[in-house]
């Protein structure tokens, strides 16, 4: 078995700072994701990367960067957080359809 | 329109009834999966279908992708059953990607 970590489980942050998001895996899957949930909308995908330094945009990129500096790894920066802004955001990974989640990092700008 | 439509948005069921939940997709679909999310924010796979239908347990999907349509279908609810589903379909393509439904969030009563 393996596990899908993600850092921190809570945070906050106060509008205009740059804030990252820690996703770590051992199943040694290639492809990895990064989707936000907002109540009411679903997920929606932000960045996802198909191997090491591979790096593809979703439908949400804007105001988001990502890096993917190993395969286990999969960092997730808001550039400028806004204010009032509450969501999660969760990561995954998968190799082909076996896709597996994180438990979420809850975001909180005040 | 949405590329996935689920519905119900919300669902009360009291424990021991059997009732079903639908995604329609507004293109063909190479695949479905099915997400329960918990009380705790992590999303657990019910199915994954490239076609037809599976069951587990009290659970059963249907995936028609001529048609552009998946079912979820509860039996017997159990209080255990609460939370969030998630429908989510690939379209396609080289990276394994999924596009998913607002989800439903049901409630089971005793």
């Known amino acids: 078995g393996g596990i899908i970590t993600q850092t921190p489980k809570f945070l906050i942050g106060q509008e205009g700072q740059k804030l990252t998001l820690k996703c770590q895996q051992n199943f040694n899957h290639d492809t990895m994701y990064w989707y936000r949930q907002d109540s009411g909308k679903g997920l929606r995908l932000i960045y996802y990367?198909?191997?090491?330094?591979?790096?593809q945009k979703g439908d949400l990129s804007e105001g988001y960067d990502a890096s993917r500096e190993k395969k286990s790894s999969f960092s997730l920066t808001v550039t400028s957080a806004q204010k009032n802004e509450m969501a999660v955001f969760l990561c995954a990974s998968s190799k082909n359809s076996d896709y597996t989640f994180g438990s979420g990092t809850r975001l909180l700008v005040i | 329109g949405m590329p996935v439509e689920q519905n119900p948005p919300a669902l009360s069921l009291y424990e021991g009834a059997d009732s079903g939940l639908r995604c329609n997709f507004s293109?063909?679909?190479?695949?479905v999966q099915w997400f329960q999310q918990n009380h705790r924010g992590r999303l657990i796979t019910l199915f994954y279908l490239a076609q037809g239908t599976k069951e587990n347990g009290r659970l059963k999907s249907t995936f028609n992708s001529k048609e552009r349509y998946s079912t979820l279908h509860i039996k017997d609810a159990q209080l255990e059953d609460s939370g969030t589903y998630f429908c989510a379909a690939d379209s396609g393509g080289s990276n394994y990607k999924l596009t998913f439904g607002k989800g439903t969030l049901l409630t089971v009563t005793p």
């Open positions: 293109t063909t679909m190479k695949s």
């Open positions: 990367s198909i191997t090491e330094n591979d790096l």
